[in-house]
């Protein structure tokens, strides 16, 4: 079943020299592939949020390791190239009463993907598509 909420895993990295080498080092031998990630820190600790390709097993993964992740429900937009892109879907949720909480992109060629945190998901996706704008499958991922 395809779905537009997508599973983003949030870890928890120690502020350290070689914390971040450790849980990829756990991803890549379990041969998970992360497709997008954002590292937020402060003093002691940062949060990594990352799109992976399978995870449910990378939070698996990450658990028998010890790590701390949980497991977060985003939704991808679709950005088209040109002014006014963000604002269209900014707009929408906010004219919908959803709050957007955070986000980060991915770029590469002529895709721009916005992976964003909201208050409600599911009345996301639904004004999303009513504004005509494209969003990502889980099946992408």
């Given at each position: 079943?395809?779905?537009?909420?997508?599973?983003?895993?949030?870890?928890?990295?120690?502020?350290?020299?070689?914390?971040?080498?450790?849980?990829?080092?756990?991803?890549?031998?379990?041969?998970?592939?992360?497709?997008?990630?954002?590292?937020?820190e402060s003093t002691e600790f940062g949060i990594?949020?990352?799109?992976?390709?399978?995870?449910?097993?990378?939070?698996?993964?990450?658990?028998l390791k010890g790590i701390i992740a949980k497991?977060?429900?985003?939704?991808?937009?679709?950005?088209?190239?040109?002014?006014?892109?963000?604002?269209?879907?900014?707009?929408?949720l906010g004219k919908a009463n959803i709050n957007?909480?955070?986000?980060?992109?991915?770029?590469?060629?002529?895709?721009?993907?916005?992976?964003?945190?909201?208050?409600?998901?599911?009345?996301?996706?639904?004004?999303?598509?009513?504004?005509?704008?494209?969003?990502?499958?889980?099946?992408?991922?």
């Amino acid at each position: 079943m395809m779905s537009n909420i997508i599973k983003q895993l949030s870890i928890f990295v120690n502020n350290e020299p070689g914390r971040l080498a450790h849980i990829s080092s756990v991803l890549k031998e379990c041969n998970i592939n992360m497709r997008a990630f954002n590292l937020a820190e402060s003093t002691e600790f940062g949060i990594l949020r990352a799109i992976v390709d399978n995870p449910d097993e990378a939070y698996d993964a990450l658990k028998l390791k010890g790590i701390i992740a949980k497991k977060t429900d985003v939704i991808g937009v679709y950005l088209e190239d040109h002014p006014g892109a963000l604002f269209m879907a900014a707009d929408a949720l906010g004219k919908a009463n959803i709050n957007i909480e955070y986000g980060y992109a991915y770029s590469y060629k002529d895709k721009a993907i916005f992976f964003i945190r909201v208050d409600d998901p599911v009345k996301a996706v639904e004004v999303i598509g009513k504004q005509g704008i494209k969003l990502v499958s889980d099946s992408e991922i």
